[in-house]
């Protein structure tokens, strides 16, 4: 038994370092991942991508989704162990964006996006066709916020009855 949990944590050990080795590419001073904003969670089904480029080059855009996967063994003894395995999934690859100016920005709008984990990773493309750097931004894309809560008369609160007044006055009931 402690062999194969010996095994066990030495696969998981090389898979989370191999892993760690794809994220761990150095940043291209000349790109800026502008949307999303870091550490603001998205409230929305969409996902507005924009990469700000200073100077002529190729870039590729990628955008990978998290997936937990939890599995429960039971040993011969009863206990129970359970292992979790997060994989990373392409979402979205772009074609080759190229530009010729000093700035220069790449937008793409993803519709229809789960709620998740992501990772946003702009490759900057080498004349020889490999990854010269890669940049990268994290996103949590969390439940979209209803918006009939403002107007809901049991919101309760200074700001929310503020904002009822306010907007009651404005539009009218």
Request: glycine content about 4%; proline content about 2%; aromatic content about 8%.
């Given at each position: ?66 997936t937990?996967?939890?599995?429960s ?12 395995t997060?994989?990373?999934?392409s ?11 000093n ?8 519709e229809n ?61």
């Open positions: 038994m402690k062999r194969i949990v010996a095994i066990f944590l030495v696969a998981v050990i090389m898979i989370l370092g191999a892993c760690g080795t794809v994220f761990a590419a150095e940043a291209d001073p000349n790109i800026t991942i502008v949307n999303p904003v870091a550490d603001t969670p998205v409230n929305s089904t969409s996902l507005l991508i924009s990469v700000k480029i200073m100077r002529p080059q190729t870039i590729k855009t990628t955008v990978l989704k998290e937990v996967t939890t599995q063994t039971v040993a011969a003894d009863g206990t129970v162990s359970e292992t979790r997060v994989t990373w999934n979402v979205f690859e772009s074609e080759n964006f190229t530009t010729t100016t700035l220069s920005f790449y937008t793409k709008k993803l996006v789960a709620q998740g984990n992501y990772i946003v990773r702009v490759d900057t493309i080498g004349s020889d066709g490999k990854v010269l750097y890669q940049t990268s931004r994290s996103v949590t894309v969390a439940e979209k916020e209803s918006e009939a809560e403002v107007f809901s008369s049991n919101s309760s609160g200074t700001v929310n009855n503020f904002l009822q007044s306010l907007l009651k006055s404005i539009f009218g009931n």
